[in-house]
Antibody, heavy 115, light 112 residues
Framework: EVQLVESGGGLVQPGGSLRLSCAAS????????MNWVRQAPGKGLEWVSY????????YYADSVKGRFTISRDNAKNSLYLQMNSLRAEDTAVYYC????????WGQGTLVTVSS | QSVLTQPPSASGTPGQRVTISCSGS????????VYWYQQLPGTAPKLLIY???QRPSGVPDRFSGSKSGTSASLAISGLRSEDEADYYC?????????????FGGGTKLTVL
């Protein structure tokens, strides 16, 4: 069964840092591009970042550029999102999603930025 | 303000046919595939339609997608109570600063 499981969310103060992880199983992780997408409470979906299967190509939304870093470890079947200089507006459920089709999605991990 | 424009709400009675529109521009829908996602309450989004009109295995043929120019639509026929959910359209956008995914603001479908 194809599965994505996010972890690493929590409560962090403004200006703080957090590292999210996404553990993949049930498919050849190294063959797929991956994305992070977030959803603020009661709001719609917002794409955050993309990484190619090899990690050589990376894109970011303007809202996180310079603050967030996406990476992956194909040997560990894992995707990461390093989030620095966090702001209140970064509060959201963060999902990882597989491939060109964004399918499937993980269950999400909640990041709350508040003092 | 989402890049793709969807109506915030839609409704229908069981058995009815409902359509949800999604409007974009030449840099996203006009030049790339459209995808639709269903988000049931309290759950993660799920792929419903890919590459404009393709259904993943397991998605009932009551769901269909279409695209024309810079607009797309999702149609749900034979509406059922379990279709009550939020629906999002999405597409890649070919911006000068690099491609990125764009989403619609979502449409909350109520089954009356």
């Amino acid at each position: 069964e194809v599965q994505l499981v996010e972890s690493g969310g929590g409560l962090v103060q403004p200006g703080g840092s957090l590292r999210l992880s996404c553990a993949a199983s049930g498919f050849t992780f190294s063959s797929y591009e991956m994305n992070w997408v977030r959803q603020a409470p009661g709001k719609g979906l917002e794409w955050v970042s993309y990484i190619s299967s090899s990690g050589s190509t990376i894109y970011y939304a303007d809202s996180v550029k310079g603050r967030f870093t996406i990476s992956r470890d194909n040997a560990k079947n894992s995707l990461y999102l390093q989030m620095n200089s966090l702001r209140a507006e970064d509060t959201a459920v963060y999902y990882c999603a597989r491939g060109e089709l964004l399918d499937p999605w993980g269950q999400g991990t909640l990041v709350t930025v508040s003092s | 303000q989402s890049v793709l424009t969807q109506p915030p709400s839609a409704s229908g009675t069981p058995g009815q046919r409902v359509t949800i529109s999604c409007s974009g521009s030449s840099s996203n829908i006009g030049s790339n595939y459209v995808y639709w996602y269903q988000q049931l309450p309290g759950t993660a989004p799920k792929l419903l339609i890919y590459r404009n009109n393709q259904r993943p295995s397991g998605v009932p043929d009551r769901f269909s997608g279409s695209k024309s120019g810079t607009s797309a639509s999702l149609a749900i026929s034979g509406l059922r109570s379990e279709d009550e959910a939020d629906y999002y359209c999405a597409a890649w956008d070919d911006s000068l600063s690099g491609p990125y995914w764009v989403f619609g603001g979502g449409t909350k479908l109520t089954v009356l």
